[in-house]
């Protein structure tokens, strides 16, 4: 570590070296791991008996010292594990998380990517779906977005309802204060056409039952919170999603 940090004894370092600018989209964040990571390839952890996870760099500042501290956080079951990762002194965010994920390769604590042949789908055509799954602008999304935005309405897309929650809607009017979830049928375990896996059954039974915790956890804390969470199955008409949103949306909006 550079003597650079010391120059901080007086005040503290500026918001631009560590803070993520509010409201940014999932997809700018993910971008912005990915850069500073060297690549999203490069930013797994491996979890043991052949499972990975894809982690992120946080930034905290500690008032009382002015040191800006790094550590490393993925997603594992319903918990978020974190590892310590060191001191870091630059300028800018940018520069941080380049700079700690520089530290993470040296602790070994990220891992190779997988090769194809190493994948645990259970097929060229499951992993060919995986990776063709899209985690935001599906196409029940846009036509649902198309038709409030006719309406009148304006709204974030993936965006966070709380900036520090790790937790991104397809939709957040933040005024409202109403976060709208469109979620798909086989990820999230639809009662009307989830069908289980008939190979790796225990290993997706697992993972569809964790997204659902992560679920119903997400809308207890948003709740808890005061937000109203409106959930969207993909087979749902948008024309009727719409409806409830507009619904729960204008009242608040008048009040």
């Not at 700018?28 to 996870?53: M, P, S």
Request: net charge positive; glycine share 6%; with cysteine.
């Amino acid at each position: 570590m550079s003597d650079k940090r010391h120059r901080w004894k007086e005040s503290q370092p500026p918001a631009k070296a560590w803070k993520a600018r509010p409201g940014r989209s999932r997809a700018a964040i993910v971008a912005e791991q990915d850069k500073a990571a060297g690549g999203r390839e490069l930013r797994w952890v491996d979890l043991g008996d052949g499972r990975t996870a894809r982690a992120s760099v946080v930034l905290r500042l500690f008032p009382k010292t002015r040191r800006i501290h790094a550590y490393l956080r993925w997603w594992d079951k319903g918990r978020s594990p974190t590892r310590y990762l060191g001191q870091v002194d630059h300028d800018t965010r940018a520069d941080n998380l380049a700079a700690a994920w520089k530290l993470a390769r040296a602790k070994d604590l990220v891992c190779r990517p997988r090769r194809s042949s190493d994948s645990w789908a259970s097929s060229p055509a499951v992993r060919a779906s995986m990776k063709g799954n899209r985690g935001c602008d599906t196409a029940p999304e846009k036509r649902l977005r198309s038709i409030l935005h006719k309406a009148g309405l304006r709204y974030r897309v993936s965006a966070r309802p709380i900036s520090e929650l790790r937790r991104t809607a397809d939709l957040v009017f933040v005024k409202a204060k109403v976060a709208v979830f469109v979620d798909g049928c086989y990820w999230h375990g639809c009662p009307e056409h989830y069908r289980p896996s008939t190979r790796n059954m225990d290993f997706w039974s697992q993972k569809i039952a964790g997204n659902r915790d992560r679920d119903a956890e997400t809308d207890r804390i948003l709740t808890g919170e005061g937000w109203t969470v409106i959930r969207v199955w993909e087979h749902e008409p948008p024309e009727t999603a719409a409806t409830r949103v507009l619904e729960t949306v204008r009242p608040s909006r008048s009040a």
